[in-house]
């Protein structure tokens, strides 16, 4: 009864877990080989931005106002300021991300967007994050990923105990299991 529920256990979720394995090898070929080179960005527009900051006003601050005054609420990051006080505040996004550079000796402001690439797209998703965003749909990509590590490792540890169940394939099973241990051990220790 235990084996069956296993079994059937182990089936399901390989299904459940198709389009991650898809997303994740695809996106992790991409990464190896380089594929698609750097990111390309395209003006979207330039504008005089109105809004005036208090000296010392930090700038996850500042990013936050400018998107929202945007309407590009969302996840991102912020680098600067630079040497010469501008601001480059990164929205991020799995279709569209954009790259908003804000002075606000000026006040000006320049939105580029991310010209598409379905290799940058792989590259997005693979390196998505979750939990360091506050908002609900960067927190439910982190959930679904955990779900899907435990997801694996059960699909890893039913697997072990289907093949020692099936004892004609113990021999062949040891062995796979022996060459892909000392495979990962090789490249773990030596890189």
Avoid: C
Wanted: zero cysteines; proline letters at 6%; glycine letters at 8%.
């Amino acid at each position: 009864m235990f084996s069956k529920f296993v079994r059937r256990t182990h089936m399901y979720l390989a299904l459940f877990l198709t389009p991650w394995m898809l997303g994740y090898a695809l996106s992790t070929i991409v990464m190896n080989h380089n594929v698609g080179g750097p990111q390309t960005f395209v003006k979207e527009r330039e504008q005089h931005s109105s809004t005036v900051f208090e000296p010392g006003t930090p700038p996850k601050q500042i990013g936050e106002q400018i998107l929202s005054d945007q309407h590009l609420d969302g996840a991102f990051s912020v680098q600067g300021p630079r040497p010469d006080g501008t601001l480059v505040i990164n929205r991020q996004d799995l279709l569209a991300p954009r790259r908003i550079t804000f002075n606000p000796a000026t006040g000006s402001l320049i939105v580029e967007r991310v010209e598409p690439k379905p290799s940058q797209l792989l590259n997005r998703f693979h390196h998505r994050r979750g939990f360091q965003q506050p908002y609900a749909a960067d927190q439910a990509m982190g959930w679904s990923v955990d779900l899907v590590i435990a997801a694996m490792v059960f699909w890893a540890l039913s697997g072990l105990w289907m093949w020692w169940e099936m004892r004609a394939t113990r021999l062949w099973g040891l062995a796979a299991a022996v060459f892909g241990i000392g495979i990962f051990a090789f490249f773990a220790l030596t890189i």
